[in-house]
């Protein structure tokens, strides 16, 4: 009987978000590459959905948010985001992963205006969900997804059950994004 709960939530929510919810997640090298070879559906995308990931133990930005933030700035400044939009709660730490890496790029010269701040999701599943609502709350059609590069095929996955149109997403890895963030590359523009 315990079966049928388990059975039911599968067939909602279809084998391949299933492994999202229910098994430890494993890279695929395909995988990644097909997602990073996914072509962008505009030169310049509405907005840059920058996923989470935790600060460092004094709240400073770790690596990871440093690597999200860096590739974040970089594709506003290039022109090629009007947007960007920083998810995350306090997740794993008592700092909120969005105001520590929003803080970030402001201090990076991106103007305020531009800089969203999701403040509540815990997970991938809800930086996602959460973020949608700022897509549609501001009309932004075309949005670049910024993560590493082993984390991108499950963010895909969970756009796509979210109904996040295919066709209207980009992906990129911050970790491919050479070379590696450093102080001196942000001087005021």
């Not at 990644?32 to 930005?61: H, N, W, Y």
């Not at 992963?97 to 790029?105: R, S």
């Not at 991108?152 to 149109?165: E, H, K, N, V, Y």
Request: charged share 25%; aromatic share 8%.
């Amino acid at each position: 009987m315990r079966r049928a709960p388990v059975l039911a939530v599968l067939l909602l929510v279809g084998c391949a978000d299933a492994r999202d919810l229910f098994l430890p997640y494993v890279p695929n090298p395909e995988e990644t590459r097909a997602v990073l070879a996914k072509p962008r559906p505009a030169e310049v995308m509405d907005a840059a959905i920058v996923l989470g990931c935790p600060a460092e133990a004094d709240g400073s930005a770790s690596m990871c948010e440093r690597c999200r933030v860096k590739t974040a700035v970089r594709q506003y400044r290039l022109g090629k985001v009007k947007n960007l939009i920083f998810t995350g709660g306090a997740a794993h730490s008592p700092f909120v992963e969005a105001e520590v890496m929003g803080d970030l790029a402001v201090q990076r010269f991106v103007p305020p205006e531009h800089v969203f701040r999701e403040g509540r999701a815990l997970t991938t599943w809800q930086n996602i969900r959460f973020s949608k609502k700022f897509l549609a709350a501001h009309h932004f059609e075309t949005v670049l997804f910024i993560s590493t590069k082993d984390h991108l095929p499950r963010a895909r996955r969970i756009a796509q059950f979210f109904g996040i149109d295919e066709r209207r997403t980009a992906y990129q890895a911050c970790d491919l994004d050479l070379p590696h963030d450093t102080d001196e590359e942000w001087q005021r523009p």
